[in-house]
């Protein structure tokens, strides 16, 4: 079978299109025929080498910890999935991707696929959908009536972030470029701060209960995120380079965010797809043979919106 690998970390010219042989499930595993999976920036961070402590690959590794697709196989121990479920899932990102047409995965962390996406779609939500869950609700514990400040707004978790939050009843003010406006305000932001000309403290003038921090911005930048909290909030941090700061004179915490898989809330996103109350984007759909290219153009700051990789299907 086809899969993109890497035998040593480097520039996205590591990358390889090969053949390598068809995975065995193993116990408590299942096999996945791949319809897509997906690029998220993690993943060139894995392949340059810069993520090896957190996350210690087996080289030669296959990126892409994004799945969508259907059971082929089962390993010993599997019940309450069959051969023929089409399913999606957040796969270990110390393990072997979804860059192939074939990925092993653990039964346990995957969830039905959503009914009304097309199957290959349904991998643009794992990663960015999960981490907009767990920065809103599990960290920063928002709930109806709060207001949250979602700096970055226009990328990919962003974008679930923002719908995320109105549905649960917030007041959403969102940070974007002129690019990413249009499309912020379609998912629900209130109010819109476009940071090219505008300073972020400058422009939210009352207090906000949670601020999100999606973007790379200036360490003094971020910095001063925290003044704009009302005592007893938080800041969320997904930006790994940089720690959140907190302020514990006036009761505001900093919280870095470093997202997990969890079959039972990517489960309340695909009811929430199917419901008609969550969007999923996607900006582009790449062949598997395009994956290097694709890890170059994201090096170049040239990718923007969710992109999906899909295999071979024969």
Do not use: C
Request: hydrophobic share 45%; net charge negative.
């Amino acid at each position: 079978m086809k899969a993109v690998r890497f035998h040593e970390y480097g520039d996205p010219g590591v990358l390889r299109h090969e053949d390598v042989e068809l995975p065995v499930p193993g116990a408590g595993e299942v096999r996945i025929q791949v319809a897509a999976t997906s690029f998220n920036s993690v993943d060139g961070n894995i392949r340059g080498g810069f993520m090896q402590g957190p996350i210690p690959v087996v080289l030669p590794h296959t990126p892409g910890i994004d799945v969508s697709g259907t059971i082929d196989a089962l390993g010993e121990g599997v019940d309450g999935i069959a051969v023929g479920d089409d399913v999606i899932g957040f796969l270990p990102m110390d393990r072997p991707g979804a860059a192939v047409q074939y990925v092993l995965a653990p039964a346990d962390i995957l969830t039905p696929a959503p009914k009304s996406l097309p199957l290959p779609d349904a991998a643009a939500l794992p990663v960015v959908g999960l981490t907009a869950w767990q920065a809103l609700f599990d960290h920063g514990k928002l709930t109806a009536g709060q207001r949250v400040l979602i700096n970055g707004a226009g990328g990919a978790v962003g974008g679930y972030a923002v719908q995320l939050a109105k549905n649960a009843g917030a007041h959403v003010i969102a940070t974007a470029s002129p690019r990413s406006g249009e499309q912020v305000r379609t998912a629900g932001a209130d109010e819109v701060v476009d940071h090219t000309s505008t300073e972020v403290t400058a422009s939210v003038t009352e207090p906000v209960d949670l601020v999100l921090n999606l973007a790379p911005v200036d360490p003094a930048q971020l910095a001063a995120l925290p003044g704009l909290i009302r005592p007893g909030g938080v800041l969320v941090n997904t930006t790994v380079w940089m720690p959140a700061p907190s302020d514990e004179e006036h009761d505001v915490r900093g919280v870095d965010l470093f997202v997990r898989s969890d079959a039972e809330q990517l489960a309340r996103l695909v009811a929430l797809i199917d419901g008609g109350q969550l969007r999923v984007d996607v900006a582009e759909r790449v062949p598997l043979a395009e994956l290097r290219a694709l890890h170059a153009r994201a090096a170049e700051g040239a990718v923007h919106g969710k992109v999906i990789v899909f295999p071979p299907t024969a």
